[in-house]
């Protein structure tokens, strides 16, 4: 998303650059629609585009993965065996599930009872199993680390309860949030304090500094190591008839394990997080998930970093200095219930934005007519044709 987003403002910015595009998959994921798989609101196919028909006239797409970045001679290597050179360069790798730190999570993920949104086809597993599950105990996870839409696995406790209530079989199903967090919404307070005793009032059971770190899926049960509140851990085992567990994130290899990241950033791209500059590569820029800006990470962050690169990106081509500036703005429509959502952009300091727009701690049915209807036409017609 960031990638293309990028190249397509680019293209307006300077029609004659020569813009490549290395990517690997034939096929566009909408992942801010995923959520809405999982809720029973989309079905799968309307989340997917064919990459071919959203490249801007201008870009030249090699379909083909980066195997390895090797800034020292402004090149790539592919994976095809193909070395591609650079004068810019723009990082988009986005971020992946990592399933296998969580010892058991993958198999877990193979019986009937355990799915999450974080991939498509597991997204429409999970449709499947809420809608179909009629009583026992139903277990949400929220990985420690970065994850992608911070929203997103809350989002998916919250519809299901509401689905669960509505449809007469709530009183015969526990609802478990178990996250790594100290609170529900941390990095934005204001939203914290409006959401949590929302939720608490519906039932739902929150677990903080609750971390996953094992599931047996032949016994059903989630391991968790719980923080105590004194710096010393406990392990909690929670029995579950349906666990929605969200994987680990990392950074795709080649970043992770290559020379564009350092110590400390989990394999995240080294860029400043004003400028979205390399810190070592002034020729190198970082959007979207990949980068170490610890802004959110979602497509809303996107749409206010791709033209800070963009500007950039011709500063740098013209031998300027980096004149934009990304102030950590983020936003997310954070779907309560059916039919009803909570909209709200942020900035770093986890401090609410444009709140004259968006009454961000009211639950509204505009915003989720917005998202439901509103958000994919932005994404598709918008942001990747470039008018961010
Ligand atoms: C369940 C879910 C719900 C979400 N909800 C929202 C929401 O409500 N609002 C919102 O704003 N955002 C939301 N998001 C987040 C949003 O989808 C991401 O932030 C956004 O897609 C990130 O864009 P990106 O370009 O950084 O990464 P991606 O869009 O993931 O793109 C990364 C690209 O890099 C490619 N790639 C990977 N490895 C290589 C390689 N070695 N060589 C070449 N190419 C490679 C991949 O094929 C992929 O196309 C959600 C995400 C999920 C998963």
């Known amino acids: 998303m960031g990638g293309l987003t990028v190249a397509a403002r680019l293209l307006r910015a300077v029609p004659d650059a020569r813009v490549t595009v290395i990517e690997p998959r034939g096929e566009h994921h909408y992942q801010p629609g995923y959520t809405l798989v999982g809720a029973g609101i989309y079905s799968p196919e309307e989340v997917l585009w064919d ?19 090797e800034p020292d001679r402004n090149r790539v290597r592919l994976e095809g ?7 810019v360069l723009v990082v988009a790798l986005g971020v992946v599930n990592h399933v296998d730190a969580v010892e058991g999570l993958g198999e877990a993920l193979d019986t009937p009872h355990a799915a999450h949104i974080y991939d498509l086809s597991l997204a429409e597993k999970y449709w499947r199993l809420a809608s179909g599950f009629q009583k026992g105990s139903a277990v949400f996870t929220y990985p420690p680390g970065y994850v992608k839409c911070g929203g997103a696995p809350l989002k998916m406790a919250f519809l299901s309860e509401d689905l669960w209530r509505r449809e007469g079989r709530r009183d015969g199903i526990e609802v478990h949030v178990h ?5 529900l919404f941390p990095s934005v307070p204001r939203v914290d304090e409006a959401v949590t005793p929302l939720v608490e009032a519906r039932g739902v059971r929150n677990h903080y500094e609750s971390v996953l770190r094992a ?5 059903r049960l989630a391991i968790f190591e719980e923080e105590r509140g004194n710096g010393e851990t406990r392990e909690v085992r929670q029995h579950y008839d349906l666990l929605h567990a969200v994987p680990n994130a990392r950074t795709p290899a080649p970043l992770r394990e290559g020379p564009l990241t350092r110590e400390g950033i989990g394999g995240q791209l080294d860029v400043d997080r004003e400028t979205l500059q390399h810190a070592r590569y002034p020729n190198i820029f970082g959007v979207g998930d990949c980068a170490a800006t610890g802004a959110a990470k979602t497509a809303a962050t996107i749409r206010k970093q791709a033209p800070v690169v963009v500007q950039n990106l011709v500063d740098v081509l013209s031998e300027r200095e980096p004149s934009a500036r990304y102030d950590g703005a983020s936003g997310c429509p954070l779907l309560t219930r059916y039919g009803r959502c909570m909209m709200f952009e942020f900035d770093y300091e986890g401090e609410l934005v444009n709140e004259w727009l968006y009454q961000p701690t009211r639950e509204t049915r505009l915003w ?5 209807h509103g958000l994919k036409p932005l994404y ?5 044709n470039g008018y961010v």
Request: aromatic share 10%; charged share 25%.
């Open 51 to 69: 990459q071919g028909e959203l490249m801007r006239p201008g870009m030249r797409w090699i379909r083909d993965s980066v195997l390895a970045f």
């Open 81 to 87: 065996g193909d070395v591609v050179s650079y004068d």
């Open 179 to 183: 996250t790594s967090r100290p609170s």
């Open 215 to 219: 599931v047996s899926s032949s016994d």
């Open 368 to 372: 989720w007519e917005f998202k439901v």
């Open 380 to 384: 598709r017609h918008v942001m990747l």
